[in-house]
C-alpha cells in the first residue's frame, strides 16, 4: 500500500513538470526504507562554507586548517593574477582543496543579478573578491566577442588518466557542478570497428582520412548527439562515460569530447595537451589569455618537458648518417681538388666537424 501511494505521488510530480523532485524523493524514501538516510546525496547535505579571502567556499567536511591555508593561498593567488608553487603532505586533500578554491572564485565573478538586469554590460564581471592584476575583470579587447563575455575556463591537468579519474571523483564529492570535460587520446576513445584496434600515427591517419570525407558513422553523428543533450557535461563524466555513450547510442567519444570542450567551463586534460604544440592547437575553443592553468602532481613536469622536447634516433640511422657524412668528405676533398679550391661551400672540413660530432 505503501508503495502504492508512493508511485501515486511521483507520477503526480511527473505530470507537473518537476523530474528533479520527484526523483530526489523517490531516492530519499527508498534510502528511508532501507536504513542508509546517512548516506545522502552530496546536493542534499549541507556543506560547511568557509569565508576565505572574500569568497565564500562550500566544502564537502570540515576543513582542516592546513586545508584552510592551501585554499587561501589559491585564491590569493587567482585574486592577484600570479603563478603559484604549492605542496601540502600526501593525504591532506590537496585536489579537493584546488577544486574548491577555484570554482568557488569563479563563481565569484559571476555578475550579480542586478548587473545582468541593468545597463551595464555583462562582460563587465564583478570581482567581489578584491582588486587583481589580471584581465579576467575587465575586457581587454572587443566588448562583443563572445569569448570575453564568459568566466575564465580553467584547464586542469595532470599526467595520467588514472590521476584523472581521481580528480573527477573528487569533483563529484563537492557541490560544485561546472559544465566539464574530460579529454583523451583515439586510442582511449575510438569506437570505430577498423580503427580502434590501431595505435599512433596509424589510428590517427585512418581517423582523419574517414572523417575528411565523412565515412564514419561515429563521427556524423557528433553534431546533432550535442544539440539535443546540451545538458551534457553538467554533471561530472569520465573518458569511460564518453565511451559508454558512444556505444550505446553512436557518436563518437573523440569527437563528442572535442566538441564539448568549446563550451566546457572547466577541462580535465594530460599533460601532453599543454606541452605538446600540436595538441595545445587542437584547443580552439580556449582563450588562453582568460584560463586558469592547473598542473597536478607537478613534481613530474619536468621528466614530462623534457620528453617532449626530446627523440629517439636509432643506432642504424645514426650509423648511416656517419657513413653519408663520411662519404660528403670524399666528394668535397675531390672536388676541392679539381676546382683549387674556389666553392668554399663544399669546404670538406665542415663535413668532418659532422662526422666526428655523430661519432662522438
Not at 154 to 175: D, F, G, M, N, P
Request: charged residues 20%; glycine residues 6%; aromatic residues 6%.
Amino acid at each position: 500500500m505503501y508503495l502504492k501511494n508512493l508511485c501515486k505521488s511521483l507520477i503526480s510530480e511527473w505530470i507537473l513538470r518537476n523530474p528533479s523532485r520527484a526523483i530526489l524523493k523517490l531516492i530519499r524514501e527508498i534510502k528511508g526504507i532501507l536504513g542508509l538516510q546517512e548516506f545522502l546525496d552530496t546536493r542534499e547535505r549541507a556543506m560547511p562554507t568557509y569565508r576565505i579571502g572574500g569568497i565564500a567556499v562550500e566544502f564537502p567536511y570540515n576543513a582542516y586548517d592546513c586545508q584552510l591555508v592551501y585554499m587561501e593561498r589559491v585564491i590569493s593567488a587567482l585574486q592577484q593574477g600570479s603563478n603559484a608553487l604549492l605542496e601540502s603532505p600526501t593525504g591532506t586533500g590537496k585536489t579537493l582543496c584546488l577544486l574548491c578554491a577555484t570554482l568557488a572564485w569563479r563563481e565569484s565573478l559571476a555578475p550579480s543579478p542586478s548587473l545582468q538586469s541593468g545597463s551595464q554590460q555583462p562582460t563587465q564581471l564583478s570581482a567581489r573578491a578584491g582588486s587583481s592584476r589580471t584581465d579576467f575583470n575587465k575586457p581587454d579587447s572587443d566588448p562583443t566577442d563572445e569569448s570575453l563575455q564568459r568566466l575564465p575556463t580553467i584547464v586542469y591537468a595532470s599526467r595520467t588518466h588514472s590521476q584523472l579519474q581521481q580528480v573527477i571523483r573528487e569533483l563529484k564529492a563537492t557541490i560544485y557542478r561546472p559544465k566539464m570535460v574530460v579529454l583523451g587520446s583515439r586510442e582511449q576513445m575510438c569506437i570505430h570497428s577498423d580503427v580502434q584496434s590501431m595505435r599512433g600515427r596509424v589510428q590517427n591517419h585512418a581517423c582523419r582520412s574517414l572523417t575528411k570525407g565523412r565515412n564514419c558513422h561515429h563521427y556524423n553523428r557528433v553534431a546533432d548527439y550535442v544539440k539535443g543533450h546540451p545538458e551534457l557535461g553538467k554533471e561530472p563524466i569520465d573518458i569511460e562515460d564518453l565511451v559508454n555513450i558512444g556505444r550505446s547510442e553512436g557518436p563518437c567519444p573523440y569527437f563528442l569530447s572535442r566538441e564539448l570542450h568549446n563550451t566546457a567551463d572547466i577541462l580535465f586534460v594530460p599533460y601532453n595537451y599543454l606541452i605538446e604544440k600540436e595538441n595545445r592547437r587542437s584547443l580552439t575553443g580556449i582563450s588562453w589569455s582568460r584560463t586558469v592553468l592547473i598542473f597536478d602532481e607537478a613534481h613530474n613536469l619536468e621528466g614530462i618537458c623534457a620528453d617532449a622536447a626530446s627523440f629517439d634516433l636509432p643506432a642504424a640511422h645514426l650509423t648511416a648518417c656517419i657513413g653519408e657524412a663520411k662519404q660528403c668528405v670524399d666528394l668535397a676533398s675531390a672536388r676541392k681538388a679539381t676546382d683549387n679550391g674556389a666553392d668554399t661551400s663544399l669546404d670538406p672540413d665542415n663535413f668532418a666537424v659532422l662526422k666526428g660530432l655523430m661519432v662522438g
